[in-house]
T-cell receptor, first 111, second 117 residues
Framework: DAKTTQPPSMDCAEGRAANLPCNHSTISGNEYVYWYRQIHSQGPQYIIHGLKNNETNEMASLIITEDRKSSTLILPHATLRDTAVYYCIVRVRAAGNKLTFGGGTRVLVKP | GAVVSQHPSWVICKSGTSVKIECRSLDFQATTMFWYRQFPKQSLMLMATSNEGSKATYEQGVEKDKFLINHASLTLSTLTVTSAHPEDSSFYIC?????????????FGPGTRLTVL
């Protein structure tokens, strides 16, 4: 699976949009971009995934660049409960394929 | 979404004892379950992949005789930490993948915090 690079930490203001970047310059054609988050002392929570088109669900939006070498997770209106470590993972969406977690971005939402 | 539970949520044990952690998929069947370990301030590290009815596949550096994994049914996998020592103290997290294969997504349990005295 391709490696990802994320900033180690970022702060954002409550009520504002939070834009979390991820670089995955070695991504291959059959690899998807996944985002998970982990709130302190809990298991990871799935947020969203995509291949090449932008995706949106009730939690977030995922913007993938045309060359697929980077992506941005957007939390449209950050709340204090969005404080967590956010992981960007690239992997082939095949049966049994494991998720490999990198360092993630520690996001602190401030009032 | 699909729910994965773990039991216990936390456990404290004496050095040298064995501890069993259960991972259950509550509303779906899981052919494959994964076990992760997470030390403080660090990311999740995959320990092993557990397939129902067959032997688990361990990641490099993980001792299979120390971390026994059993996946006897489509809804239950267990991890037994044998002869636990203080360095085994960690946050253990399981995840499960739906057997139906329609989503291929993994759903994570809430984790089990193990403290070995």
């Amino acid at each position: 699976d391709a490696k990802t690079t994320q900033p180690p930490s970022m702060d954002c203001a409550e009520g504002r949009a939070a834009n979390l970047p991820c670089n995955h310059s070695t991504i291959s054609g059959n690899e998807y971009v996944y985002w998970y988050r982990q709130i302190h002392s809990q298991g990871p929570q799935y947020i969203i995934h995509g291949l090449k088109n932008n995706e949106t669900n009730e939690m977030a939006s995922l913007i993938i660049t045309e060359d697929r070498k980077s992506s941005t997770l957007i939390l449209p209106h950050a709340t204090l409960r969005d404080t967590a470590v956010y992981y960007c993972i690239v992997r082939v969406r095949a049966a049994g394929n494991k998720l490999t977690f990198g360092g993630g971005t520690r996001v602190l939402v401030k009032p | 979404g699909a729910v994965v539970s773990q039991h216990p949520s936390w456990v404290i044990c004496k050095s040298g004892t064995s501890v069993k952690i259960e991972c259950r998929s509550l509303d779906f069947q899981a052919t494959t379950m994964f076990w992760y370990r997470q030390f403080p301030k660090q990311s999740l590290m995959l320990m092993a992949t557990s397939n129902e009815g067959s032997k688990a596949t361990y990641e490099q550096g993980v001792e299979k005789d120390k971390f026994l994994i059993n996946h006897a049914s489509l809804t239950l996998s267990t991890l037994t930490v044998t002869s636990a020592h203080p360095e085994d103290s960690s946050f253990y997290i399981c995840s499960a993948r739906e057997s139906a294969g329609l989503s291929n997504e993994q759903f994570f349990g809430p984790g089990t915090r193990l403290t070995v005295l």
